[in-house]
């Protein structure tokens, strides 16, 4: 069955940084579109982040476009996200998520607190 477990969370100031990683399974990660989505405390679901199969595409939301960075290892059936100059409203839980196929996602993983706070 599909598993996808994320790592990587933690507690950092405002200005660090952070890499999140999200190990898959089940499924041939290699020929499968990923997302990151996150969600704020009280907030709704935020799409962050997508990569093509072969990582050559990617996109980004606006409020972290050239502070973060998504990746993968398809040798590793592993997704990243590096994330820098950290805000206090990039506070949230981070999910990866698996495309369906029809660009919405299928699986999520169970996710990873991220908390920016001084």
Known sequence: ???????GGDLVQPGGSLRLSCAASGFTFSTYWMYWVRQAPGKGLEW????SPRGGSTKYADSVKDRFTISRDNAKNTLYLQ???LKSEDTAVYYCAKDSGTWSPD???QGTQVTVSS
């Open 1 to 7: 069955q599909v598993q996808l477990v994320e790592s």
């Open 83 to 85: 994330m820098n100059s």
């Open 107 to 109: 699986y999520w993983g």
């Open 48 to 51: 962050v982040s997508t990569i």
